[in-house]
Structure formats: C-alpha cells, structure tokens
C-alpha cells in the first residue's frame, strides 16, 4: 500500500514564527503535492513538484515556500506565519501521467496565533 | 482556465437509499480525467472512482457509478445502498491530458450525511 506521512497532525504556531511541514511517501512517485482545504473553498494547490529540486507554484503561493531535496520528501514552508494561515494542509503524491490516482496524507491541521 | 463545481455544499440520504452527487466542470481540452474523492471524518482522502474523458462507457466501482455527460460537462457520482461508512466529504476532481499540465482541480465537496 501507498503510504503518505506528514510529520505532524495538530500544529500550534506564533504569528511570525517560520514553519516547517513535512511530507514522506513511500512509493517513489514522481509527483508530489501540497495543498490547502479550507470549508468552503475545497483543495486549493499551494505548490507542486514533478521531480527532485524541481517545483511549480500552485494557485496560491504567496506566504510559502517548498524543497524537494530527496525523491521521497516534499517540504512546505511559512516563512513568517501569519494568522490567515491558518488551516488544514494535505499533501498529496502519484506517479507520472495524467489519470494517475492521487494519495493523500493525514492532513496537518495548523493553527497559528 | 478549468473549473470544478460542486453545487451542493450538504446532501442527507436515508441508509440503504442511492443518492446522487453533483459535479461540472469546464475545460477547453478534449482530453482529460475526472476523479470522485472520498474525505471520511478525520480519516486520509482516498479515491472513489476514476473516469477518462474519451470512454464513453460510465465508471463503476461496486456501489460506486457515475453518470458522465461529456458535451455537458457533468461528472455526477451515484452511491447506491448508502452505508453508514459512506459518510463523508466528497471532492470531485479534474486533470487534463496536456503535456506538462500537473495540476488537479478540486471542487469544494459535499459534505455526505448517512441517516440510520
């Protein structure tokens, strides 16, 4: 079985604090993904990378950063939290191709104060 | 741009009862696939069913069917012999084909109630 990890499942932050959030799979995919889901607005795509070092932004960057340094890890960063921050984040890895399923992490729900 | 809509945000069905999930999409492209997620409460988001755009045959996955409309756009998901595991939020989701286009499109759920 595919197994997404994400390092924690409840973060509590201080406003300006950098933050980072970790994300391992164990299947070598390819494609590795970060995403924000917030009640009513659904998945919104931070940032995405298709291979080692290499990153895409997604539909909504702004406040984040990302490092692929290892095949199996894909790290998010806030470089200085901010209270609007505050969420849940999923990340999400698949094989290359565009049918390919996604696999989902837990989910670390992050609040920032 | 693509774009997903999911016009219901909450949807109740009667246990055992078939319900019917809405979803459309809009895209230029001709080719693409269409994925239905299922996010039970506190649990990992995990795939319900997949649908390519050229097969014209509906996807079925046990009491899973879909109901696609290409020339409307529409992606409804059908859940027959509702479960009480079947509650939860769904997403439907979008990829197109073209090359180099990584992104998926995500709705914004409905939230699935199962009524014993």
């Known amino acids: 079985d595919v197994k997404v990890t994400q390092s924690s499942r409840y973060l509590v932050k201080r406003t300006g604090e950098k933050v980072f959030l970790e994300c391992v799979q164990d299947m070598d995919h390819e494609n590795m993904f970060w995403y924000r889901q917030d009640p009513g607005l659904g998945l919104r795509l931070i940032y995405f990378s298709y291979d080692v070092k290499m990153k895409e932004k997604g539909d909504i960057p702004e406040g984040y950063s990302v490092s692929r340094e290892k095949k199996e890890r894909f790290s998010l960063i806030l470089e200085s939290a901010s209270t609007n921050q505050t969420s849940m984040y999923l990340c999400?890895?698949?094989?290359?191709?565009?049918?390919?399923?996604?696999?989902f992490g837990p989910g670390t729900r992050l609040t920032v104060l | 741009a693509q774009t997903v809509t999911q016009s219901q945000p909450e949807m109740s069905v009667q246990e055992a009862e078939t319900v019917t999930l809405s979803c459309t999409y809009d895209t230029s492209e001709s080719d693409y696939y269409l994925f239905w997620y299922k996010q039970p409460p506190s649990r990992q988001m995990i795939l319900v069913i997949r649908q390519e755009a050229y097969k014209q045959q509906n996807a079925t996955e046990n009491r899973f069917s879909v109901n696609f409309q290409k020339a409307a756009k529409s992606f409804s998901l059908k859940i027959s012999d509702s479960q009480l595991g079947d509650a939860a939020m769904y997403f439907c989701a979008y990829r197109g084909s073209t090359s180099g286009t990584y992104k998926y499109i995500f709705g914004t759920g409905t939230r699935l109630k199962v009524l014993a």
């Open positions: 999400a890895s698949s094989t290359a191709g565009a049918g390919t399923e996604q696999f």
